[in-house]
C-alpha cells in the first residue's frame, strides 16, 4: 500500500510522521491532483520559471544531476486506485518539464557567458577610448593651446610644411601655468626669424603679419577690417589654374595665408567668425559665373560685411548707449576701446550731453593714453588714473563703459587684462558695469578662466628703464626668474550688468540666444 510505502498516492499532500492516512476515494485523488496543479501554476506565476525545479517533488538522490532527462512516467489513468501511483525513483510529468526547462536554461547562461568573454577579449585587443578620457579631449583642443604637447607640435610642424609656411619659434622661458601657450619676441623682425616663400605667400599678407606681430595694428576691429582688406587685394590677384574650381582652389589657396598670420600672431575671435563666413561665401560660389564675376560678386560681399558688421553695428550701438548716458554723469572706461571711443564721442558732440569720462590705463601697453588724446580733442572733461587706483575713484563713478574682445558662449566677457578686476571692484562699489560688443564678436567657445586659451605677449615690454637702467634686464638667464605678459582675461556673466549689442541691450545669459539665431541665418 502507498500509505504503508511512506509516499502518498497519486499527488497527494505528504503525511506528517506518525500519522497514518486515511483511505481516499478516486474522485477525492482527482481533486487533490487538480489542486496541487493549481497551486503550482500559481507559485511558477509568482516566482518565475527559475524556481519551478526547487519546488517539484522530491530532491534528486545523491550523485545525480538535478537536470538530467528521466524516462518519462506512463499516464496516469482513472480505473484503479493503484493505476496512479509512482515507481519508485520516479518523477511527475511537471517535474520532468521543470527540469528540461531547468537545462535549457543552463545552456543558455553558458552560450550567453561565451559570448561575453569573446567580445571581452576582443576589446582587450582593441581598446576603444570613451569620449571623457583625456586623450580624445586634447585633440579637440586648437593647435595653438597645445605648444607644450610634442606630438601636436609635431604634427602642426608636418601641417606647416606641406604648406611651405616657416614655424616661428618661442621665445624665453614660460610660467609653468602657461606653457602651453605660444611667447614671441619683437626683438627681432618677423623677416629675420622666418624664411617667408613670395611664392606661396602674397606680399600683402607678408606686410599684415609683420604689422600684426610688430604691434602695429591693435584692437578686434581694426585687425579683422585689415584683414578682410587684404583678402580683397588677394581675390584680386587670384587667377584660376586650369582644371580647377574657383570655389575648391580659391578655399586651398587661402590656407597657407591664414597659417602664416596665425605663426605672426594668434587670430582674434572676430578674424575667425570672418574667414568661416568667407571661406563659406566662397564654396556657396556657383560654377556658372565667371572668374571676373566671381571675384566681384566676393569683393562685394566682403565690402557688406564690413559695413553691416562693423560700421553699422557701430552706429546701432551708439544710438543705444546714448539711451544710458544722462548729464552730469562720470564714466569709468578702460584701455583703448574703438567702439566706446565712438559712443562718448558721439553722445557729447551729435547729442550734447555733458559728462565726464575716468580714463583708467595699465601697463606694459599704456593703450588709454590713445582714448584720453582722442577724447579730449572732442572737448570732453577727462581724468587719466592707473589701474591700482579704481578704488579711489569709483565712489564718484555712476557706470562702467568697456570694451570686448570676444563674447563667449557661456555668457563670460574676454577683453583686455585687467578688466575682469574692474568689474570686479565696480559690483563691491554697486557700480553698473555696461559692455559694448558687436554681435560678429560673439564667440561658441566656452571658457571660464584665462588660463585655457590665452594670449602672451612679449615678456621684454615688462623691463622698464628708470635713469637709464632696467632692473629686469637679462631675466632670461636667470633660472629662478620668468616674467608673464598677459593680453586677455575672462569676466564671469554675474559681475556684468548689460551688454550693449547692435540687435538691441541683452543680458549675458541672452549669448546662446543670438548664437542659435546667426547659425539659423546663415
Keep these: 500500500m502507498a500509505e504503508r510505502d511512506g509516499r502518498n498516492p497519486e499527488g497527494a499532500a505528504p503525511v506528517p510522521a506518525g500519522q497514518q492516512a486515511p483511505e481516499l476515494s478516486q474522485e477525492e485523488k482527482l481533486q487533490l491532483r487538480k489542486e496541487k496543479k493549481q497551486q503550482k501554476k500559481k507559485k511558477k506565476s509568482e516566482k518565475g520559471p527559475s524556481a519551478e525545479p526547487a519546488e517539484q517533488g522530491a530532491p534528486p538522490e545523491p550523485g545525480q544531476p538535478r537536470a538530467a532527462a528521466q524516462p518519462t512516467a506512463p499516464p496516469a489513468s482513472a480505473d484503479g486506485p493503484g493505476d496512479g501511483e509512482k515507481p519508485a525513483g520516479g518523477k511527475s510529468k511537471a517535474e520532468l518539464r521543470a527540469e528540461r526547462r531547468a537545462k535549457q536554461e543552463a545552456e543558455r547562461a553558458q552560450k550567453q557567458a561565451r559570448k561575453a568573454e569573446l567580445s571581452q577579449a ?52 614660460k610660467v609653468n601655468l602657461f606653457s602651453h601657450l605660444h611667447q614671441y619676441s619683437r626683438k627681432k623682425p618677423l623677416t629675420q626669424q622666418m624664411s617667408i616663400p613670395s611664392t606661396v605667400i602674397h606680399p600683402a599678407v607678408v606686410r599684415l603679419g609683420l604689422q600684426y606681430s610688430q604691434g602695429i595694428i591693435n584692437g578686434s576691429n581694426a585687425r579683422c577690417i ?73 569683393q562685394d560681399t566682403i565690402d557688406k560685411y564690413l559695413r553691416e558688421k562693423i560700421v553699422l553695428a557701430a552706429e546701432a550701438i551708439s544710438r543705444s548707449a546714448f539711451e544710458k548716458i544722462n548729464d552730469h554723469d562720470v564714466i569709468l572706461v578702460y584701455g583703448c576701446s574703438s567702439l566706446v571711443n565712438r559712443t562718448l564721442c558721439d553722445a557729447h558732440a551729435k547729442k550734447g550731453r555733458a559728462f565726464r569720462v575716468i580714463v583708467v590705463d595699465s601697463r606694459p601697453r599704456l593703450e588709454g593714453r590713445e582714448t584720453l588724446r582722442r577724447l579730449v580733442r572732442k572737448g570732453i572733461h577727462c581724468t587719466y588714473v592707473m589701474i591700482n587706483a579704481i578704488s579711489y575713484v569709483l565712489p564718484e563713478v555712476s557706470k562702467v563703459l568697456l570694451g570686448a574682445h570676444a563674447l563667449l558662449a557661456n555668457g563670460s566677457v574676454m577683453s583686455r587684462v585687467g578688466t575682469s578686476q574692474i568689474a570686479l571692484v565696480s559690483k563691491a562699489y554697486n557700480v553698473p ?90
Design 122 to 173: 576582443a576589446t582587450t585587443a582593441k581598446p576603444r577610448q570613451s569620449p571623457t578620457e583625456p586623450q580624445s579631449m586634447v585633440k579637440r583642443l586648437p593647435e595653438h593651446v597645445q605648444v607644450d604637447d610634442p606630438a601636436a607640435q609635431r604634427k602642426l610642424a608636418k601641417k606647416l610644411e606641406r604648406q611651405q609656411v616657416p614655424l616661428r619659434q618661442d621665445y624665453g622661458t
Design 226 to 298: 585689415a584683414l578682410l582688406e587684404v583678402f580683397k587685394q588677394l581675390i584680386r590677384d587670384y587667377s584660376t589654374p586650369p582644371n580647377e574650381e574657383l570655389s575648391r582652389d580659391l578655399v586651398a589657396k587661402l590656407k597657407p595665408h591664414i597659417s602664416f598670420l596665425n605663426q605672426c600672431r594668434p587670430l582674434s575671435a572676430s578674424m575667425g567668425n570672418a574667414i568661416k563666413f568667407l571661406k563659406k561665401e566662397i564654396s556657396c560660389l556657383p560654377d556658372t559665373l565667371r572668374e571676373d564675376e566671381a571675384k566681384e560678386k566676393l
Design 433 to 522: 558695469v555696461l559692455v559694448c560688443c558687436e554681435t560678429y564678436k560673439f564667440c561658441e567657445r566656452v571658457q571660464t578662466d584665462s588660463f585655457v586659451s590665452n594670449e602672451l605677449d612679449d615678456p621684454d615690454d615688462l623691463i622698464v628703464l628708470r635713469k637709464g637702467q632696467a632692473q629686469l634686464g637679462g631675466w632670461a638667464e636667470n633660472k629662478s626668474l620668468r616674467l608673464l605678459n598677459l593680453v586677455y582675461d575672462v569676466t564671469p556673466p554675474d559681475l556684468v550688468d548689460l551688454v550693449i549689442t547692435d540687435l538691441g541691450m541683452i543680458p549675458c545669459t541672452s549669448v546662446p540666444v543670438v548664437l542659435r539665431v546667426k547659425n539659423v541665418d546663415q
